[in-house]
């Protein structure tokens, strides 16, 4: 195997070309979704879509270069992958890039239960044209904090096959006998966690740029040490190239960021970078002294936290768009995990605390250095943070953290993070994480949400929800797990795993159900179910029920509504089924009583709908209209049987009133298909139902004959003749 350096030396021709002259794809697929007898993973899109936006924002990537998909089929990301085969490069310098995460096992990718075998998936990455072919493979989860991606470990993806072209490289984010993780904590699995870290600036060197081998070199080494004492164990990953030549490959240049987080050459210490207000994990680095470390990050507010020894301590940061801030100076230090803004240790407790109205009072001393017990206030209170209990006639403050339960009459707010509850009148408001219950007419968490939020107007969360928000209108910014009952609107910015109730519910990806008496929205994906008037979502494995059920993907389950739109589908039953890669044939038919109809079939590769028109010389009711479903199945080779079910509506040419002539129709045929025409024929089954004095069938066995309806069946046969438009 040549060293990191060779695979680099095909790189340096394309940075001697121009920006415009080199061409950079990437296929980024997340899925958290490996199949019913796998844990859900929570985090594994979350990853994609972190890479999705390293490689755009720091990689030269183009939006339109990067395709990103969600719990993707097998047929889907293949089908991707065959596309961007048959783009052309124009003989400009090229680069693709290929980057899972998700869960696997010994024989591939699990990808919905359906398993995306690694030689194909290889054979296909190479079909895609480029100089430098590069993939990145973060599967196999565990642990009570972390989840095993897969049930048994998976072979080394690594050795499937051995490398076939100069160019090529692959890197896994576990060894061949270990699983790859992920972590709440993170938000994210360990490898991509620390290698998109290493992109953002924390594997610099000191040039401004990082290399494939200093990002997967920081990736490796802090991964290593992360996982040690993880319940799976520690995690090894592994890379594996054949270029010739020297050079290095820069993937990513941190000198195109919009903002610049520097941490100086006098700083040392564990560093991570959250962004607020929902504390998410950005970057994490191993600082050590001497060395200057430049993150790119996006303009915004962030938490930067230091560790030293067991010494914790955290700064805010707020970076406006072109601005460059230097952190050199930190605040209180704080215990971990760090909710505190600054922590409590600089108050002083105070057993017992009371208020006429804020500032008035024991905070007429205090002015908010004080941590309460006990607070009692006649109108209002005012304290640096709570630990126990507060009562107020009409509203409490703290100016930090709340411990404990907050009860007022009009309003609780809390500057700082709730470990506990609040109960108002109107409004409860906490700036950081709620952990515990909020109760008012209105409820508003600046951060993460884990327990409950009851308000009678607005639930609102800052950040991610674990548990359930009760109200009018109700919002989370990030993921929910839980429910969202809402009498209007339910909005979750993240992926919802659980119940989305409202009026309209709308949700990025949603594992669960949407019900809602107007829009069901989930576009990047359902696994579950959507009920309402529409529905709207990415690939679906469940059901869609809704007057308009509209899938931009594949539907692995059921549409059932008036009219159904799908890429592809299993099962698409209405009126009307547009279908995109479904069937769509044009036919004309006969049977033995000399009937002529011509119509159409469309809907899915196997389920379709019939509409058609249709004359029947000699009668006193010719003219005929048809609706109906039926199957198509492939038996061998050109052979297939259809099994449709129809109504037959007869109608008299004057329109006049002469009665109700309906018959259903049941075929079993049995066709050929050649090219694009297909003949088929077979037995028939039909039921009239008749009211009036005429009656359009003379023949057939009665099984009803009434004063006002009579009912005649009888068998035939059906001849057919159909060319296919799709």
């Not at 990736?219 to 319940?231: F, L, N, Q």
């Not at 930067?304 to 801030?325: A, M």
């Not at 003219?623 to 492939?634: C, I, K």
Request: net charge negative.
């Amino acid at each position: 195997m040549t060293s990191w350096l060779g695979l680099a030396a095909l790189w340096l021709s394309v940075q001697s070309a121009t920006a415009s002259e080199v061409v950079r794809r990437a296929l980024v697929v997340g899925a958290n979704d490996g199949g019913v007898d796998l844990e859900q993973l929570r985090y594994a899109e979350d990853d994609a879509a972190r890479m999705a936006d390293i490689l755009t924002d720091l990689g030269g990537f183009d939006d339109a270069s990067v395709t990103v998909l969600s719990s993707p089929a097998p047929t889907e990301l293949m089908a991707r992958l065959t596309e961007l085969s048959s783009e052309e490069v124009g003989g400009q310098e090229s680069l693709f890039l290929f980057y899972y995460s998700g869960h696997a096992d010994p024989r591939g990718l699990l990808l919905g239960g359906e398993v995306l075998g690694y030689a194909e998936l290889k054979h296909a990455i190479r079909d895609v044209p480029a100089d430098i072919h590069l993939g990145i493979l973060d599967a196999c989860r565990s642990g009570a904090i972390t989840r095993v991606k897969g049930a048994t470990v998976a072979e080394p993806f690594l050795d499937e096959a051995t490398l076939a072209a100069e160019g090529e490289a692959w890197i896994a984010a576990s060894s061949e006998d270990e699983d790859a993780q992920e972590s709440d904590q993170l938000r994210g699995s360990f490898f991509t966690h620390y290698l998109v870290s290493g992109l953002r600036g924390a594997a610099d060197t000191g040039d401004g740029r990082v290399s494939l081998s200093e990002a997967y070199g920081y990736a490796h080494d802090r991964t290593v040490a992360r996982t040690a004492g993880t319940a799976a164990g520690t995690q090894h990953p592994a890379y594996e190239f054949r270029i010739q030549g020297n050079g290095e490959l820069p993937l990513t240049d941190v000198r195109r960021a919009t903002a610049i987080l520097v941490l100086p050459a006098t700083e040392e210490g564990e560093v991570a970078v959250l962004r607020e207000p929902e504390n998410t994990p950005i970057a994490e680095v191993a600082k050590l002294e001497g060395r200057e470390v430049r993150l790119a990050l996006e303009p915004g507010r962030y938490r930067v936290r230091k560790r030293e020894g067991e010494e914790v301590r955290e700064v805010r940061v707020g970076l406006s768009e072109g601005s460059e801030v230097t952190v050199d100076r930190w605040g209180t230090s704080a215990g971990e995990p760090v909710a505190r803004k600054g922590g409590q240790e600089g108050l002083q407790p105070l057993a017992l605390g009371a208020d006429f109205v804020p500032f008035l009072g024991s905070s007429t001393a205090m002015r908010g250095t004080d941590r309460r017990a006990v607070s009692l206030n006649l109108l209002g209170g005012y304290a640096g943070a709570l630990r126990g209990v507060e009562l107020s006639g009409v509203m409490n403050l703290e100016r930090e953290d709340v411990e404990g339960v907050q009860i007022a009459g009009v309003a609780n707010a809390a500057g700082g993070a709730l470990r506990g509850g609040q109960l108002a009148g109107v409004a409860s408001f906490v700036a950081g994480d709620a952990r515990g219950a909020q109760v008012g007419t209105i409820t508003l968490a600046g951060g993460e949400l884990v327990g409950a939020q009851l308000g009678g107007a607005l639930a609102v969360a800052g950040g991610p929800v674990t548990g359930v928000q009760l109200g009018a209108l109700t919002a989370a910014r990030s993921e929910v797990r839980g429910a969202q009952l809402s009498g209007t609107l339910a909005v979750a910015g993240g992926a919802a795993d659980g119940l989305q109730v409202g009026a309209v519910a709308i949700a990025p990806r949603l594992r669960g159900a949407q019900l809602t008496g107007g829009l069901a929205v989930a576009p990047g994906g359902l696994h579950g179910a959507q009920l309402g008037a529409v529905t709207l979502a990415g690939e679906v494995r469940g059901l869609q029920l809704g007057a308009v059920n509209i899938s931009t993907g594949h539907v692995a389950g059921l549409q059932l509504g008036a009219v159904n739109i799908a890429r592809s589908s299993d099962l698409s039953l209405g009126l009307v089924n547009i279908i995109r890669d479904g069937r769509t044939a044009v036919g004309a038919w006969t049977d033995e009583s000399s009937q002529l109809r011509v119509g159409v079939k469309h809907g899915g590769a196997h389920w379709h709908n019939t509409y058609g028109f249709g004359v029947r010389p000699y009668s006193d009711f010719p003219l005929m209209t048809t609706l109906g479903l039926g199957f198509h199945a492939p038996v061998a080779g050109p052979l297939f049987i259809d099994q449709d079910n129809y109504a037959l509506g007869y109608h008299h040419p004057n329109l006049s009133d002469h009665g109700l002539h309906l018959v259903q129709v049941h075929r079993l045929a049995l066709g050929v298909e050649v090219g694009r025409l297909s003949l088929l024929g077979g037995p028939t089954w039909s039921v009239a139902w008749e009211t009036g004095p005429e009656s359009v069938w003379d023949r057939g066995a009665v099984l009803h004959a009434g004063e006002t309806l009579s009912v005649r069946h009888r068998a035939g046969a059906e001849l057919a003749a159909e060319i296919r438009l799709q």
